[in-house]
């Protein structure tokens, strides 16, 4: 008889159809239940995996993280969150958020032409809340772009202790694993934990070096501050294709006894506060 195998998928989404700001680059006009995410990490990770999520806050809908908590509701032990949160939110707000379980806070800076605003006193003062509630701060810039914004956010973190998390590979630009984004990530990683998620590999300039850059921040970050996501429902990507890429990343994974058990749950365990049946 088989056991079960943890999976902790550090990176999908729940929202209703049509629901979004208006001023959104891609409104999807479909919903994406928590029943069809259990589908899908039972695909990718095998009839015996045993589910765990990170739900994260979509940027179509800006600060309304209630999709978001109604999932965490569902599932209290097995979902953590990550929220977008205005820097005015009251404390009373936050102390909620933290006991239904969200972990951190999201800056999505894709084509963000005012990025540089997370480094004025109201956002400031915002990183040091989140810092005393043990949260995180999850990073999302445009390829190639990842070394300078990391940099203006470590200086603006300051002195809290928030560890930064770098989505889907840190999105490098052209120059692949010679991107600064690596340098600059050794230089935050000695003064703050910091943690790289492995997935979206299709948001990247060369989507087929995703085991190359695994390798890579597995030398920089560490085999222990490597995340898996499946970025499902792949917004604005959706394709069959996008279940098969995650599929294929268990597969390289499980070639990778150094890795394997850290990406599949272990890690995320240990940033999210998970407690898990291994």
């Known amino acids: 008889m088989m056991t079960s195998q943890p999976l902790v ?3 999908f ?5 049509g629901v979004g700001l208006a001023s959104a680059r891609y409104l999807p006009p479909y919903a994406a239940p928590l029943t069809d995410w259990l589908s899908l990490t039972g695909s ?3 009839a015996e995996s045993d589910a765990y999520g990170v739900v994260v ?16 509701r569902r599932m209290p032990t097995r979902l953590r969150g990550v929220v977008v949160v205005d820097p005015a939110v009251a404390d009373a707000e936050l102390a909620g958020l933290d006991a239904a379980g969200v972990r951190g806070i999201r800056l999505n800076l894709y084509g963000d032409d005012d990025w540089r605003r997370i480094d004025t006193a109201p956002w400031r003062t915002l990183f040091q809340r989140i810092g005393a509630l043990g949260w995180h701060v999850e990073l999302h810039t445009s390829n190639g772009e990842g070394a300078t914004v990391l940099c203006a956010l470590d200086a603006a973190l300051g002195s809290t202790p928030a560890p930064v998390v770098l989505d889907h590979f840190g999105r490098p630009g052209p120059l692949g694993v010679d991107d600064p984004i690596f340098d600059a990530a050794r230089a935050v990683g ?5 943690w790289v998620k492995v997935s979206a590999p299709y948001r990247l300039l060369s989507p087929g070096l995703w085991p190359t850059l695994t390798t890579r921040w597995a030398e920089v970050a560490g085999p222990d501050r490597l995340l898996w996501g499946s970025d499902w429902p792949w917004t604005n990507y959706e394709a069959p294709a996008r279940a098969d890429e995650c ?11 150094d890795l394997e058990e850290g990406l599949r749950w272990r890690n ?3 940033l999210y506060g998970f407690v898990v049946r291994a």
């Open 9 to 11: 998928d550090c990176h």
């Open 13 to 17: 989404h729940v929202f209703d159809a």
């Open 44 to 46: 990718v990770g095998g």
């Open 57 to 72: 806050q979509t940027s179509f809908l800006g600060t309304d993280n209630s999709a978001m908590l109604a999932a965490l």
């Open 190 to 194: 000695a003064r703050r934990p910091l």
């Open 247 to 257: 599929r294929a990343t268990m597969a390289w994974l499980a070639k990778r006894p």
């Open 268 to 270: 995320a365990a240990a």
